[in-house]
């Protein structure tokens, strides 16, 4: 299989093998680093079990890439229709005013997440990549980083502009910053976006990525009584 096809599992047992937490099959990052679990693609009842015993009753839980429907008592919370993308012809550079963000960071990190909405990002969601950053008067305005990483490939995600900043073309600038530094190593650019943010995949396709896939984004609630022990 390819490791795009299942990227999350590809990234926790390869180059992010150390942030995994394994139960059985299933396997997921630290809650405080990225809500993204990964799951095997011949599910059984036993992998069902296992990631209930991980995340717990009651507990929503991601199912990246799972079409099967949940057994009985589990309850749909959330679906959508999403897009995988690849570099094709990225016109990958570096920019001279991006900043490395670390640590020392995360607080504007955090709250410019806040203020704009672009997925998930946790304390320690920083660790899983590079993530760079463009300020201006000193404030955070700007950041894309990386988030997967199966073996051979990394995902640029959390891209995100201040309102206040947008139409500069910030966006852009980081992508492609971020892009370059992943083809330095070697290695290939991806992301996923919503489907029906058609106006994210006009502009990701003229940059030179180009569709591999799509795919659904789902949630669903761990049952109560699903986990042995728990009432």
Known sequence: PHPLDNPAYASLSGPHAHLAEWHGRVVRY???????LALPDDLTATDWADLAELAGAGAEVPLPGVTADPPDGWELTFEMPGVQLVDDAVAAAPDPEAVRLGPADVPEMLDLVERTRPGPFLPRTV??????????????????????????????????????YRGQGLATRLVLAVAHGIRARGETPFLHTSARNTGAIRLYESLGFRLRRTTEFRAARVPAGAVAGEK
Not at 30 to 36: N, R
């Open 127 to 164: 660790e899983l990549g590079t993530y760079l950053g463009l300020r201006r008067d000193g404030a955070l305005v700007a950041m894309a980083g990386e988030r997967l990483h199966p073996p051979g490939w990394t995902e640029i995600s959390a891209v995100c502009t201040d309102p206040a």
């Open 30 to 36: 630290p809650t405080d680093v990225s809500p993204w």
